[in-house]
């Protein structure tokens, strides 16, 4: 390993930089015409050394890194500028040198670790062929080797295992793996954890700083998150709408950002937020009013809250083999209660059953044991005339505004949906409610034709939203509704529920892996681990004193929390 | 894995039963005396059609005919037709024949389905796409009877490549045009079945990793979307083979195949019930093995699919 590292060294001199990027401009030929995704990208990255490029998606970014590697989509190309690698122009190399390279000169590890091995393979083959195609030796015991290295415990068996007996957590191990094999001198990673819950995400992240510290490898770490970015990275690029807007050394930038965009990035990147207060308190609900006792079973307090959850628990059968059956408790004995205009905010790993407990509340799931009291009323003795009422007091939006939305209907049609359902109103008056609904998520009316192929990301969650308010429900169930968002949407869409919150005292109960979103938006905290309640308190409390060894963990793997801020950010 | 095919294989036996039931109901069901048939124009001596009657069990009702008819499978002797033979003699003329055809054909559609199906997903809107996206529109569009006279017609009469009949050997050289008939139109579902599926997985993520660790282009193609595009074509094959092997009816009319197609019409035309049930219970035979031979060979391209839980 040493050797070869001295080796690159003579090859290469001290100063000359091994990426480097010149007024890149990319463009991709569509149906409309040509579109220039990327315009007069520049970039340059020194050996060894870090550099992150931020910015929301269809900022370009993802594209100027598969640009380095030759990997553009068919449609696209390199219309002007140069790409230099390590002194050799690869903007316009024919393909059979990009190959020559790929491996083992440039490396990357990819964003979804779901769908970036190929499930029909198993994870050795995957090792083993990218260590063959690349000229090095490719054993089993090389493979388990690359695979100990990345950090995947029990390799040697492990590389007889297929994709999906994976954990998201290993596939990405396992992508790290296949990424760094061959010792590139540049590893391109691509939101390499952006799918992973914060906890792994971390360990991986330190995992991937230690092995390219130790391998010399330098990196292009791609990411939507600035303070991910700064805590990772030498140098950071800024790109917006296609174009570099702003570049430097990591801390300088994020202390002093000189361009508007980067400055409306830092200030609204929730996990350089997490220190700041939360949007929910503008309705002047201190935490002390909404913080509830775990268990209420006097009358007297059943009109403040609407919801109470009591020992609440579900198990699944897990089949495994003839007939025999294993239990798996998903959600184990779970109570708390929820005061009506308030946000309360279950957070948790993937796995820790928060989403189970929103699918029994939503009463789409019926639990094992416990009760769900609804406004006085136990849902589980609801008959099928009682629950169609129900849900028209309680609403759901989902993590998803590309599944969750039908693409066949207009969005008019989406939003007039639940109405007509429940059989409110003339189809005039439904008319005037949709175009209603539209204004209070701040659409323009215009939007009421349109399809969600149309619409961007942040367009079709305020859809969602207008869908979730169209029969003036009083709690609304939000499932990672802001997850799948950039975080300059994602803060728009928060301050827009907080804003509906106070306008329409709503309550809702917010299912999220995000605790710099929790910070944001909710008065209460229930955090979950593997089926269990293990801390519960208001926001405050929970963020400033957690008392469970798991809430810390949590705490301490948002990206750039600790980060020293600036006062007027912080 | 064992237990799921031991399942599969008792699962055989409701199927048998349920189809030989079913199909001996129909063919006792259908209106006219075979035996009166039998004698043509002549006029039906009765002591004779009496004794024919006793012979084949005509005289019985409906439910003793069949527990007779399943007593003669059990016992290997499936009776005799009736021009005399044994019916166990004639299943083993016409099947290897049909069975030859069907394979052939299963052969052929797979092989140029999936080449070609293959090489215009990778060129996609190239003009070898271009073409035979419009050829197998048109193969799907027109009568397979059409197809097989048209071929018949240039290739066996007009340029002598081949011979258009087919000698009562049915040698696999016989039967090269035939099958190709007989898998035209599979032939043209199966390379627009495998063409979607490629320009699916091409744009797969897996498929960009794989290009990002430096491997080469053909292997990419082979090992990382040729394998994960045949997943839904193997399911279609698999159905097919069934369906050829009862399909082959026009084909075998058109070159006068002496198989399954042939003989199983004339049973039909003159009711002998149980020539018609051993032909068809055969075919549902092997159409529920091929089955389970794809679902094996499913869970072999894909290990998500398990089969023991």
């Not at chain 2, 002598?160 to 000698?167: C, F, N, Q, Y």
């Given at each position: 390993m040493n050797e070869s590292i001295n080796v690159r060294d003579a090859g290469s001199g001290a100063q000359r930089p091994l990426l480097e990027i010149k007024d890149l401009a990319i463009t991709f030929a569509t149906s409309n015409g040509d579109v220039n995704a990327v315009r007069n990208a520049h970039l340059t990255i020194m050996p060894g050394e870090t550099v992150a490029i931020v910015g929301e998606s269809g900022s370009g970014k993802s594209t100027t890194a598969l640009a380095a590697i030759g990997l553009?989509?068919?449609?696209?190309?390199?219309?002007?500028g140069t790409i230099f690698f390590d002194g050799e122009?690869?903007?316009?190399?024919s393909e059979k040198r990009m190959i020559e390279l790929r491996g083992n000169s440039i490396g990357m590890v990819p964003q979804d670790p779901m769908s970036n091995l190929n499930p029909v393979w198993k994870i050795g083959y995957q090792v083993k062929e990218t260590l063959k195609a690349n000229g090095l030796p490719s054993g089993p015991d090389d493979v388990t080797k690359v695979l100990t290295e990345a950090g995947l415990p029990d390799a040697a068996r492990r590389a007889k295992q297929y994709p999906h007996e994976f954990s998201g957590g290993m596939r990405q191990r396992a992508l790290i793996a296949i990424g760094l094999s061959c010792q590139p001198r540049l590893l391109i990673a691509d939101e390499p954890t952006s799918a992973l819950d914060v906890t792994v995400q971390r360990q991986i992240l330190d995992h991937l700083d230690s092995m390219t510290a130790e391998l010399g490898t330098a990196v292009l770490l791609i990411t939507h998150d600035l303070g991910l970015a700064a805590e990772r990275a030498d140098k950071v690029v800024v790109m917006y709408r296609g174009q570099v807007v702003e570049s430097g050394p990591s801390l300088e930038l994020l202390q002093n950002p000189q361009h508007p965009y980067t400055q409306r990035l830092v200030n609204s990147a929730p996990s350089l937020a997490s220190r700041r207060i939360q949007v929910a308190k503008d309705q002047g609900l201190e935490s002390s009013e909404v913080?509830?006792?775990?268990?209420i079973n006097t009358d007297a307090s059943k009109s403040a809250d609407i919801l109470q959850i009591e020992n609440l628990t579900k198990v699944f059968k897990l089949r495994s083999g003839l007939g025999r059956s294993t239990d798996f408790t998903a959600v184990d004995d779970v109570s708390f209660a929820i005061k009506r205009g308030t946000t309360t905010a279950i957070v948790g790993e993937s796995g820790s059953g928060k989403s189970t407990v929103a699918q029994m509340v939503l009463n789409l799931l019926k639990p094992t044991s416990g009760k769900i009291i609804f406004d006085g009323v136990d849902t589980s003795t609801l008959n099928s005339k009682e629950t169609f009422a129900f849900r028209r007091r309680v609403q759901p939006i989902f993590q998803d505004p590309y599944g969750s939305l039908d693409p066949m209907y207009s969005i008019f049609r989406t939003i007039e949906e639940p109405l007509r359902v429940h059989k409110i109103g003339t189809a005039a008056s439904r008319e005037k409610k949709v175009r209603e609904l539209l204004d209070q998520v701040s659409l323009p009316q215009s939007t009421m034709q349109r399809y969600p192929n149309e619409l961007s990301g942040g367009q079709r969650q305020r859809v969602a939203i207008a869908r979730a308010l169209a029969l003036d429900p009083e709690v609304i169930i939000c499932d990672e509704a802001v997850s799948a968002l950039d975080v300059l949407v994602q803060a728009q869409v928060l301050n827009l529920l907080a804003e509906l919150q106070s306008r329409l005292g709503l309550t809702y109960l917010f299912i999220t892996h995000d605790l710099a979103v929790v910070r944001q938006i909710a008065d209460h905290v229930c955090v979950m681990e593997q089926g269990k309640l293990v801390e519960t308190g208001s926001t405050d409390s929970v963020f400033d004193s957690p008392q469970q060894d798991y809430t810390k963990a949590l705490l301490n793997a948002i990206p750039g929390g600790k980060l020293m801020l600036p006062p007027e950010v912080a | 894995m064992a237990t799921y095919i031991l399942k599969r294989f008792l699962q055989l036996i409701p199927v048998f039963l349920g189809a030989t039931l079913l199909v001996y109901f129909l063919v006792f069901s259908l209106p006219g005396d075979p035996i009166a048939a039998l004698f043509g124009d002549k006029p039906v001596n009765e002591t004779v059609a009496a004794q024919l009657r006793k012979q084949y069990n005509l005289d019985q009702p409906f439910w003793i005919q069949y527990l007779l008819y399943l007593k003669s499978i059990f016992t290997f002797d499936l009776g005799l037709d009736f021009s005399g033979r044994p019916i166990a003699a004639v299943l083993g003329e016409v099947f290897p024949v049909t069975a030859r055809l069907a394979i052939m054909a299963l052969i052929f559609e797979a092989f140029f389905g999936i080449l070609f199906g293959l090489i215009a997903g990778l060129r996609k809107g190239k003009i070898f796409d271009a073409t035979v996206l419009v050829a197998s529109l048109i193969v799907i569009g027109i009568p397979i009877f059409v197809l097989g006279f048209m071929l018949q017609f240039f290739i066996g009469v007009q340029l002598g490549w081949a011979k258009p009949t087919v000698s009562s050997a049915a040698t696999v050289q016989d039967l090269i045009l035939p099958a190709i008939v007989l898998g035209l139109g599979s032939f043209a579902y199966v390379l627009r079945l495998t063409r979607t599926s490629v320009l699916e997985n091409m744009n797969a993520d897996y498929v960009r990793t794989a290009t990002a660790k430096g491997l080469s282009r053909s292997r990419v193609v082979r090992v990382h979307i040729l394998r994960n595009s045949l997943i839904p074509v193997v399911t279609f094959l698999g159905a097919d083979l069934g369906a050829l092997m009862g399909g082959a009816i026009v084909t075998e009319g058109i070159f006068n195949i002496p198989g399954v197609g042939q003989r199983l019409y004339r049973a039909v035309l003159s009711g002998e019930g149980p020539t018609v049930v051993s032909i068809v219970t055969v075919l549902v035979l092997i159409y529920v093995v091929s089955n389970l031979l794809i679902d094996l060979l499913y869970a072999w391209l894909d290990p998500r699919i398990r089969y023991d839980s």
């Amino acid at each position: 390993m040493n050797e070869s590292i001295n080796v690159r060294d003579a090859g290469s001199g001290a100063q000359r930089p091994l990426l480097e990027i010149k007024d890149l401009a990319i463009t991709f030929a569509t149906s409309n015409g040509d579109v220039n995704a990327v315009r007069n990208a520049h970039l340059t990255i020194m050996p060894g050394e870090t550099v992150a490029i931020v910015g929301e998606s269809g900022s370009g970014k993802s594209t100027t890194a598969l640009a380095a590697i030759g990997l553009l989509p068919s449609n696209g190309r390199v219309s002007e500028g140069t790409i230099f690698f390590d002194g050799e122009d690869i903007a316009h190399a024919s393909e059979k040198r990009m190959i020559e390279l790929r491996g083992n000169s440039i490396g990357m590890v990819p964003q979804d670790p779901m769908s970036n091995l190929n499930p029909v393979w198993k994870i050795g083959y995957q090792v083993k062929e990218t260590l063959k195609a690349n000229g090095l030796p490719s054993g089993p015991d090389d493979v388990t080797k690359v695979l100990t290295e990345a950090g995947l415990p029990d390799a040697a068996r492990r590389a007889k295992q297929y994709p999906h007996e994976f954990s998201g957590g290993m596939r990405q191990r396992a992508l790290i793996a296949i990424g760094l094999s061959c010792q590139p001198r540049l590893l391109i990673a691509d939101e390499p954890t952006s799918a992973l819950d914060v906890t792994v995400q971390r360990q991986i992240l330190d995992h991937l700083d230690s092995m390219t510290a130790e391998l010399g490898t330098a990196v292009l770490l791609i990411t939507h998150d600035l303070g991910l970015a700064a805590e990772r990275a030498d140098k950071v690029v800024v790109m917006y709408r296609g174009q570099v807007v702003e570049s430097g050394p990591s801390l300088e930038l994020l202390q002093n950002p000189q361009h508007p965009y980067t400055q409306r990035l830092v200030n609204s990147a929730p996990s350089l937020a997490s220190r700041r207060i939360q949007v929910a308190k503008d309705q002047g609900l201190e935490s002390s009013e909404v913080l509830t006792p775990d268990v209420i079973n006097t009358d007297a307090s059943k009109s403040a809250d609407i919801l109470q959850i009591e020992n609440l628990t579900k198990v699944f059968k897990l089949r495994s083999g003839l007939g025999r059956s294993t239990d798996f408790t998903a959600v184990d004995d779970v109570s708390f209660a929820i005061k009506r205009g308030t946000t309360t905010a279950i957070v948790g790993e993937s796995g820790s059953g928060k989403s189970t407990v929103a699918q029994m509340v939503l009463n789409l799931l019926k639990p094992t044991s416990g009760k769900i009291i609804f406004d006085g009323v136990d849902t589980s003795t609801l008959n099928s005339k009682e629950t169609f009422a129900f849900r028209r007091r309680v609403q759901p939006i989902f993590q998803d505004p590309y599944g969750s939305l039908d693409p066949m209907y207009s969005i008019f049609r989406t939003i007039e949906e639940p109405l007509r359902v429940h059989k409110i109103g003339t189809a005039a008056s439904r008319e005037k409610k949709v175009r209603e609904l539209l204004d209070q998520v701040s659409l323009p009316q215009s939007t009421m034709q349109r399809y969600p192929n149309e619409l961007s990301g942040g367009q079709r969650q305020r859809v969602a939203i207008a869908r979730a308010l169209a029969l003036d429900p009083e709690v609304i169930i939000c499932d990672e509704a802001v997850s799948a968002l950039d975080v300059l949407v994602q803060a728009q869409v928060l301050n827009l529920l907080a804003e509906l919150q106070s306008r329409l005292g709503l309550t809702y109960l917010f299912i999220t892996h995000d605790l710099a979103v929790v910070r944001q938006i909710a008065d209460h905290v229930c955090v979950m681990e593997q089926g269990k309640l293990v801390e519960t308190g208001s926001t405050d409390s929970v963020f400033d004193s957690p008392q469970q060894d798991y809430t810390k963990a949590l705490l301490n793997a948002i990206p750039g929390g600790k980060l020293m801020l600036p006062p007027e950010v912080a | 894995m064992a237990t799921y095919i031991l399942k599969r294989f008792l699962q055989l036996i409701p199927v048998f039963l349920g189809a030989t039931l079913l199909v001996y109901f129909l063919v006792f069901s259908l209106p006219g005396d075979p035996i009166a048939a039998l004698f043509g124009d002549k006029p039906v001596n009765e002591t004779v059609a009496a004794q024919l009657r006793k012979q084949y069990n005509l005289d019985q009702p409906f439910w003793i005919q069949y527990l007779l008819y399943l007593k003669s499978i059990f016992t290997f002797d499936l009776g005799l037709d009736f021009s005399g033979r044994p019916i166990a003699a004639v299943l083993g003329e016409v099947f290897p024949v049909t069975a030859r055809l069907a394979i052939m054909a299963l052969i052929f559609e797979a092989f140029f389905g999936i080449l070609f199906g293959l090489i215009a997903g990778l060129r996609k809107g190239k003009i070898f796409d271009a073409t035979v996206l419009v050829a197998s529109l048109i193969v799907i569009g027109i009568p397979i009877f059409v197809l097989g006279f048209m071929l018949q017609f240039f290739i066996g009469v007009q340029l002598g490549w081949a011979k258009p009949t087919v000698s009562s050997a049915a040698t696999v050289q016989d039967l090269i045009l035939p099958a190709i008939v007989l898998g035209l139109g599979s032939f043209a579902y199966v390379l627009r079945l495998t063409r979607t599926s490629v320009l699916e997985n091409m744009n797969a993520d897996y498929v960009r990793t794989a290009t990002a660790k430096g491997l080469s282009r053909s292997r990419v193609v082979r090992v990382h979307i040729l394998r994960n595009s045949l997943i839904p074509v193997v399911t279609f094959l698999g159905a097919d083979l069934g369906a050829l092997m009862g399909g082959a009816i026009v084909t075998e009319g058109i070159f006068n195949i002496p198989g399954v197609g042939q003989r199983l019409y004339r049973a039909v035309l003159s009711g002998e019930g149980p020539t018609v049930v051993s032909i068809v219970t055969v075919l549902v035979l092997i159409y529920v093995v091929s089955n389970l031979l794809i679902d094996l060979l499913y869970a072999w391209l894909d290990p998500r699919i398990r089969y023991d839980s």
